[in-house]
């Protein structure tokens, strides 16, 4: 089906684009009770900047970039993105990985000159049995600020820890202001880590969050929710957003997101600001009173 464009006017004067599938999304839309919102790139930008870093085991800054960016290259999450950037600011020479694995909701592997890399969430690396507890402190702290942090391994050895700051959306407050006042429930489903999770969500007055999610687990939150008879509104930017999108009633993806977020959603919100959901359920109201 070709997506109805449906424009709708912002209030500086400037236009935000809610692309609507069909009659019935907007239908949909206007009648969910409870709005799952996945973080990295839905509540916040999704364009992470790295701003801490340390060094393990006879590493320095420079080594646990330059092995963090050769694993990194070959990746399409946000995190990639902020690893990239910093290797490229502190000009550091990035070699090729060999055997590069991504792996959902957890890292990356890989091989450079022989050593055997791992990079992604402390339970990432706990799976594959490395020690991390060197690193536990500061994680700790920085992911209380809110920060995502990944750590990297060299040859089964703790090398490094990364973090990244990414800045909720200017127009997130608003938007979920707007939507509790419409009566929805909202809960965060993230793959992040529970206290990056839990203080994200404690600065937008959010209080339902379900961390270390996996693309299936996002999923199953959503069956479960609507077997207890919610209809459930779903928003996501990520490739592994897309079975969420899914399990809805109503997937919304941002229209920043990956391709396959939105072939998976029933609206697109283009311009990625979440007041568009508030704007298509005000203008589902008004069409469906035309209509009856
Ligand atoms: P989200 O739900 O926030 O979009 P993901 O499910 O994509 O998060 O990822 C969950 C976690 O897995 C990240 O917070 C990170 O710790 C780890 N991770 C996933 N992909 C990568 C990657 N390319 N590099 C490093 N860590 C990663
Ligand atoms: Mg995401």
Redesign the pocket.
Known sequence: ATPMSIMVATGRGAQAGVLVRDAEALERLAGADLLVL????TLTEGRPRLTDLAAFDGHDRAAVLRLAAA??RG?E?P??EAVMAAAEADGVSVPEAEGFA?V?????EGTVAGARLA???AG?LAELGIATEAAAERQAALEAEGR???LLAADGRLAGLIAVSDPVRETTPEALAGLRAAGLRIVMA????PR?AAAVARGLGIEEVHAG???ADKAALIARFRAEGHRVAMAGD?V??APALAAADIGIALGSGADVAVESAHVTLASGDLRGILRARRLAAATLRNIR
């Open positions: 996945d973080k990295t790139g694993l990194e990746s999450h995190l990639a991504a959902t909701g957890k890292g990356v990079l992604g969430s990432f995502t942090v990944v993230t793959g992040d880590s990056t999610q996996s693309p990520g592994n957003d």
